[in-house]
């Protein structure tokens, strides 16, 4: 059975965010929230980890899995960025938007679309998420939490426990989260392709 840590959206429980960060480094399954819907997150690389994530998703080989970054300090270290884009990710972060970009070697070859060698990287406006990447030093692999027998992402911490409570080691209570996904923006063609207008504003791509 999962535990569950109720965290407070503005100023997360420093003891808490620890043990949530502790689950992460054991190889937990983390159900936490982000600025735009619940996610599932695990340790980068971790294959037990991220095969309960596929089976709780049903998700294909071709999946897109997405680092969660605190910052754009460490983007460097998983995807290959050139000047344009990191000025337009720069304009876009934090916040919704999860960028598609051509993955480094840093990154396992199960978490990549298998074709293309890509790799989604998403810089998230969430005090809980930013104090578990603070305390966590690395990347959280992640997903959207979306059932593949539902329509939207679930938003309430306590259905998520009811429904995952055999499945994930940990449900991150950080109230309501909405049902809008990010913005999905596709770098690696040497200018940018929205691929999925969702919560972020289009308008905060534009290059400076």
Do not use: W
């Not at 998700?59 to 897109?64: A, F, G, Q, R």
């Not at 070697?105 to 969430?126: A, Q, Y």
């Not at 429904?163 to 996904?181: A, F, K, N, R």
């Amino acid at each position: 059975m999962s535990q569950f840590f109720a965290i407070h959206p503005e100023t997360p429980q420093l003891r808490l965010v620890r043990q949530a960060v502790e689950i992460l480094r054991g190889g937990g399954v983390v159900a936490y929230p982000t600025d735009s819907a619940y996610a599932l997150g695990c340790r980068l690389g971790d294959k037990h980890a991220l095969e309960c994530i596929r089976r709780i998703r049903k998700l294909d080989d071709n999946h897109n899995f997405t680092l969660v970054c605190p910052d754009l300090s460490v983007l460097g270290t998983y995807a290959k960025v050139d000047n344009s884009a990191y000025r337009l990710i720069r304009n876009a972060t934090p916040g919704p938007y999860t960028f598609i970009l051509e993955a480094t070697g840093e990154v396992p070859r199960r978490l990549l679309h298998p074709r293309r060698k890509t790799v989604g990287v998403r810089v998230p406006d969430n005090a809980i998420t930013q104090a578990l990447l603070a305390e966590f030093s690395e990347p959280i692999m992640s997903v959207t939490l979306q059932l593949p027998e539902d329509d939207y992402p679930l938003t309430d911490p306590y259905d998520i426990r009811a429904t995952l409570e055999h499945d994930v080691e940990l449900v991150i209570d950080g109230g309501y989260c909405g049902l809008e996904p990010t913005t999905v923006i596709d770098l690696t063609a040497g200018s940018y392709q929205v691929l999925r207008e969702g919560l972020g504003d289009i308008s905060r791509l534009a290059l400076s």
